[in-house]
């Protein structure tokens, strides 16, 4: 059973249809988590072959209509194991680690019961041992390891915990502690999009500093996402919440997407701080820690100017794979070789501190910013000005070609084979190293003024094709040449949606 249960796969984390809707039937049920919590809790005791008994887990949900029988299937599971389980009810994928952290909740381990921005009908699972996330190999045995049974519903050591409120209190805390203030914030505006999900609660976190969020948006529990699909690095979402941050007069607006490790910021004026810009500004802020040259690893579609911006600014600029636990795990391993790299982000918007557990948590990368932020206030001065020197691509494009077949990764190989000795044969480009997925290419300003990575996807049959130019209609001068590059493979298509 266990191999039939390897398609919920999806990286580090488990994800399927949770309700059904016409043409998908239902891939994660009461009895698939009921099965894989269970699996996970064996999993943890053989972590701990030296501890007999008292195991405690946390299990909380986003605010998907699906989240309250398949949390209670899971609590259910990790129970039948002999594990005592707090019921966070609704609460964010980073809390849910950080009760492994809370002396008083002491939890071994945590599952976090979200599938993210993905649509209303999806629904997954997040797990965290003390040691932080699952990484895909321990996700792939745990699935292995399930076996389908029903659920057991006899008694249950279940005790329900307000872990939102103690997570709260705690980011309170930092921001008190850093800048020296009870309510650094007092006067200001700072609105919150919660897009539905479970990060509504940040606006407590800012009322007890002293803002006002008077013209926040969507931040009840929205399980069908009414509002808008909550995904701080979807251009239109962006796009509607920075002309809200201008209409409610706001100085600054923050946007979650539905489980709270993602966030984006608005800037006053409406700048929309997202992406490349997020990481510029999370990198001015690593700096301002003092250390000399930390190195700020990313995923392997950042822009060629935010690489600039990096290391103009005395840091290090290490672009590595797409996947925040790749990303995360790479900050891990340069950290153990002695390489100081204290921020591990993507361009999706997870963003992970050292001195956070390496947690991708957008919670605690707001937080940053609102110290930021709070040392700028007396200056008259936002944290846009601190990007002045940023620029922005002009143009920007993904496309998505899906690759026909049976053994699509050995096909989409080929084709990357390919198109590596194609790009060394174009006159203006240049193939760019060193890279750690797929092949990248910089244009120079007579043959695109700009940069374009083609890269198998994670995990479908998706060549992924990202292009980027400094001047207008330099997007289209590259991607003619690359598609001519993938004429020859006619399994490779463009993808209908």
Not at 207 to 218: C, V
Request: one cysteine or more; aromatic letters at 6%; charged letters at 25%.
């Amino acid at each position: 059973m266990g191999q039939e249960l390897l398609r919920l796969q999806n990286g580090s984390d488990v994800r399927g249809v949770a309700l059904q809707t016409e043409g998908e039937k239902v891939t994660l049920n009461k009895e698939t988590a009921y099965a894989i919590a269970r699996a996970f809790a064996r999993a943890v005791k053989k972590q701990n072959p030296d501890k007999k008994e008292g195991y405690i887990a946390t299990v909380g949900m986003d605010s998907r209509l699906s989240g309250p029988v398949l949390k209670g299937a899971v609590m259910r599971g990790l129970s039948a194991e002999g594990f005592r389980v707090y019921d966070a009810a609704l609460s964010s994928t980073p809390a849910i680690f950080m009760s492994t952290v809370f002396e008083e909740i002491n939890a071994d381990c945590g599952i976090m019961i979200t599938a993210s921005h993905l649509p209303a009908n999806r629904n997954g699972m997040k797990f965290f041992t003390r040691s932080g996330g699952a990484n895909k190999e321990m996700i792939r045995q745990i699935l292995l390891d399930a076996t389908l049974e029903p659920v057991q519903m006899g008694e249950c050591d279940i005790v329900p915990l307000n872990l939102t409120k103690r997570y709260a209190a705690h980011l309170i805390n930092v921001i008190r502690k850093r800048t020296g203030k009870a309510t650094p914030l007092s006067g200001k505006k700072i609105i919150v999009d919660a897009g539905g999900g479970a990060g509504g609660f940040f606006v407590d976190i800012l009322h007890a500093l002293g803002a006002d969020t008077s013209g926040s948006l969507f931040l009840a529990p929205d399980g069908t996402f009414s509002g808008h699909i909550p995904n701080p690095e979807n251009a239109e979402v962006l796009s509607n919440f920075a002309q809200q941050v201008v209409l409610q007069k706001a100085d600054m607006g923050i946007i979650f997407d539905t489980d709270v490790d993602r966030a984006a910021v608005v800037d006053k004026g409406g700048k929309i701080i997202a992406r490349n810009a997020l990481i510029a500004l999370m990198t001015l802020i690593v700096l301002k820690d003092g250390k000399p040259r930390p190195t700020i690893v990313t995923d392997s579609v950042t822009s060629a100017a935010l690489k600039e911006f990096i290391e103009s600014n005395g840091a290090v600029h290490h672009r590595f794979k797409r996947g925040y636990k790749n990303v995360i795990d790479e900050a891990v391993r340069l950290n153990e070789a002695g390489q100081y790299a204290p921020l591990a982000i993507e361009t999706s918007g997870h963003g992970a501190l050292m001195e956070n557990y390496f947690l991708d948590d957008g919670a605690y990368m707001a937080v940053k910013i609102l110290i930021l932020y709070a040392s700028l206030i007396e200056e008259n001065k936002n944290v846009s000005d601190l990007l002045e020197n940023f620029e922005e691509a002009k143009e920007a494009q993904e496309l998505r070609m899906h690759i026909d077949g049976e053994d699509f990764q050995a096909y989409g190989n080929q084709a990357l084979n390919a198109f590596a000795h194609y790009a060394a044969q174009q006159t203006g480009w240049e193939i760019e190293a060193p890279n750690y997925e797929g092949v990248r290419i910089k244009a120079d300003e007579q043959n695109g003024d700009g940069w374009a990575l083609m890269r198998l996807s994670l995990h479908d049959p998706i060549m992924v094709i990202n292009i980027e130019s400094r001047r207008a209609g330099g997007v289209a001068i590259i991607k003619e040449k690359m598609l001519q590059a993938l004429a020859p493979f006619e399994n490779i298509k463009p993808k209908i949606k």
